[in-house]
């Protein structure tokens, strides 16, 4: 299994980047925040082990985004696999909003996230997936897919952040209840913030709980109205977490959960605040 490696190392003024092929990385903004566009180009073939390096200096910002959508392609018999490890230092800030990962049949891929925070340090990290090709009938017929997220602030052994979100298709029913529904795009925004994670031992404030829903799904056969039925389903919500909030999303457009994403970070943006608005 060969290493395709990449780094992007920030600074106030400046910014370094190295890429492997197939990956490649554009810079769009050469000044702060600078913005940087990420490409696996031709899709994650099986076999294929990336690894992302990313150092955000003291009062730099980066906004990393990709070309397009991530597409893992068939791996009858294999895997693969991105690893990435992000250190943010004293004031830094890290946005990274992608477009959606979308498994072929048969992919089976893992994605390791592990990010170190520096004091008034922000990170906010998107996650967009997709239940496969949609228009080739290829619904979760992917075999495995597997991300995970850490955050851990200064030389603490213990993260103040962490998640696994694991998908197998062919030993879970994920389209019945209580699972993805008829749904077929999944959402995640994690926004945290290491000056709230040090002015409080636990979760912030209920105030950044409250009920985002907007035409709520109906469980089981439930009919809705004319009006609401017309409507893609779509279910969101936002939870209080140390340091910081997590919301999710889940839709039947998967477009729809893409531009959510981008319209509450760049509201937040304009706002320079630490609320998200939603939609």
Known sequence: MA???????????R????????????????????????AE????????????????????????????ATKLLAMPSGSARHDWHIILKDHAQLVSIPHAIIPYAQSDYT????CELGHYAT?????????????????????????RLTVMQGHSPDPVYHE?????PFEQTLHHDGNWEQFTAWGSLLVMDSEHIASSPGMLPLDYSHDVRRAPYQFGHESRSDKTSEMPR???GISPIRGGYLWRMM??????????????????????TSNLVFP
């Open 111 to 114: 994605q390791i996230v592990t």
């Open 15 to 38: 910014i370094d980047t190295y890429f492997e092929s197939p990956l490649h990385l554009f810079i769009l903004n050469h000044t702060s925040p600078f913005h940087v566009v990420s």
């Open 164 to 168: 696994k979100v694991c998908f197998k």
């Open 251 to 272: 839709s039947e457009e998967p477009q729809i959960v893409h531009d959510s994403l981008h319209k509450a970070i760049n509201q937040r943006r304009d706002t320079h």
């Open 41 to 68: 180009l031709g899709g994650i073939l099986e076999e294929d082990f990336f690894e992302t390096e990313i150092i955000v200096e003291p009062h730099a910002s980066l906004w990393l985004s990709t070309q397009e």
């Open 123 to 147: 990170l906010i990290w998107a996650e967009e997936l997709v239940a496969g090709r949609i228009a080739h009938g290829e619904r979760f017929q992917f075999r495995h897919f597997h991300s």
């Open 3 to 13: 290493i395709s490696r990449q780094r992007i190392h920030v600074y106030p003024h």
């Open 234 to 236: 779509q279910y969101q």
